[in-house]
């Protein structure tokens, strides 16, 4: 067979092998790719913004949902980062947002470090550009996600929600109108993220719940006060 038939037949089968992939694993054949695998790493580590960056962000009219629109579905460019020792700094681009993240190979620590192509002019001199705080993950972001991991109940669950005078239904509304309560989540404990999520239930009544994303996420505890162990449901 002649080099420029075997290298035909070798292309072809790679296609049909890429499509096959795809149809199986859905985006999940993407994830080795390595934009995807630099962004998911900063995803899973602890972002944090100075000062002084955190006044330019607002300044430039942006927020957390834009920061994280550009980890979650922007494209690296890999020929304008520093991508070589343990201190690497990857250049993420999202509908005209270029954002620069500091990456920490060695503590899982990364940092927004420059807002690119703005040319707004903003007052953030004075601005403290070592105080570093943590930027959390938007609220309806945390939950969608939880939501798209799908809601499984476990076997406490019936006598937790006897216990607080709720059902199942009213249970998984908390993934739609809870709000996240970042001091007391742990967004990247291995081998599943727990997350402590505050629910309205009516004027005098609120509910907190712990929720785990494993292979779906289930609810852990449920409790009426801040600090209360919950219900005795082991």
């Given at each position: 067979m002649k080099i420029g038939r075997r290298l035909r037949v070798y292309l072809i089968g790679v296609g049909m092998g890429l499509v096959a992939a795809y149809f199986i694993l859905g985006t999940r054949s993407c994830e080795?790719?390595?934009g995807k695998r630099v962004k998911t790493f900063i995803i899973?580590?602890?972002?944090?913004?100075?000062?002084?960056?955190?006044?330019?962000?607002?300044?430039?009219?942006?927020?957390r949902t834009d920061i994280f629109n550009v980890l979650n579905s922007?494209?690296?460019?890999?020929?304008?980062?520093?991508?070589?020792?343990?201190q690497k700094e990857y250049i993420i681009e999202h509908e005209g947002l270029r954002v620069a993240f500091a990456v920490s190979m060695t503590d899982s620590i990364s940092e927004v470090v420059h807002f690119q192509n703005r040319s707004e002019k903003c007052?953030?001199?004075?601005?403290?550009?070592?105080?570093l705080s943590v930027?959390?993950?938007?609220?309806?972001?945390v939950l969608e996600h939880l939501r798209e991991n799908g809601f499984a109940l476990i076997s406490k669950n019936e006598c937790q929600f006897e216990c607080v005078g709720i059902d199942s239904a009213y249970a998984s509304s908390v993934?739609?109108?809870?709000?996240?309560?970042?001091?007391?989540?742990?967004?990247?404990?291995?081998?599943?993220?727990?997350?402590?999520?505050?629910?309205?239930?009516?004027?005098a009544d609120t509910l907190f719940f712990v929720v785990e994303k494993g292979f779906k996420t289930r609810i852990l505890e449920i409790s009426n006060s801040e600090?209360?162990?919950g219900c005795n449901c082991d």
């Open positions: 080795w790719l390595p899973e580590s602890q972002i944090k913004i100075s000062d002084f960056n955190m006044c330019r962000m607002e300044c430039y009219g942006l927020n922007g494209s690296v460019s890999f020929s304008e980062s520093k991508t070589s020792g343990d007052v953030c001199d004075d601005r403290n550009k070592a105080d930027l959390y993950e938007p609220n309806d972001m993934l739609q109108k809870g709000t996240v309560l970042n001091e007391r989540s742990f967004p990247r404990r291995n081998p599943n993220p727990v997350y402590t999520i505050r629910l309205v239930k009516d004027i600090g209360d162990p």
